[in-house]
């Protein structure tokens, strides 16, 4: 059985065109194999954005931290063990203003971890995490080509090896 971890960013919840595609993507893979679906609806999460002391706690021991510390590294770590329990990522993207959810944003910025998702080396950075498919569904108003930041949310995928 596959886990497949979806993300949703629309602020409209079930009701956004994104999180339509999404579950209509689900829908029609539970019908071709068996899977257990795990879904995150990123704007209830309410997560802050990053700060400089949340990402010092991430090289800290936990024997070492005070409970504010404790509490701001497990944002990260609770998502990144979502993340590694799944096989499978889906993502339900509306465009606002030309970009990403700032939702999906403060996501990112808590599973790209140096020395747990990634690697630094002499040839750049390097995946130290098992590649795993990533499906978007991207939902917005008729942009131009050049107007659409597609490249950056795979810049981003293909960082953390999320793009299969």
């Keep these: 059985m596959k886990n497949v971890l979806v993300l949703n960013a629309s602020l409209q919840g079930d009701n956004g065109n994104s999180s339509q595609l999404t579950s209509e993507f ?3 893979l539970q ?3 068996s899977i257990k679906v795990e879904k995150v609806d990123l704007n209830t999460l309410n997560l802050p954005h990053l700060s400089a002391q949340e990402m010092q706690t991430w090289s800290m021991l936990s024997d070492n931290m005070t409970p504010e510390q404790a509490t701001l590294t497990a944002y990260s770590n609770d998502l990144l063990a979502q993340l ?3 096989d499978v990522i889906v993502v339900g993207m509306p465009m606002y203003n030309f970009t990403i959810p700032s939702t999906f944003k403060v996501w990112i910025d808590r599973v790209a971890r140096a020395g747990r998702t990634f690697s630094y080396t002499s040839e750049g950075p390097k995946d130290i995490y098992r590649a795993k498919p990533c499906i978007y569904s991207l939902r917005g ?5 050049a107007q659409i930041t597609i490249p950056r949310h795979l810049t981003y995928a293909s960082f953390l090896a999320l793009w299969g």
């Design 141 to 145: 108003a008729v942009f131009t080509k």
């Design 84 to 86: 590694e329990r799944s």
């Design 26 to 28: 689900v829908t029609q």
């Design 31 to 33: 019908q071709t194999e």
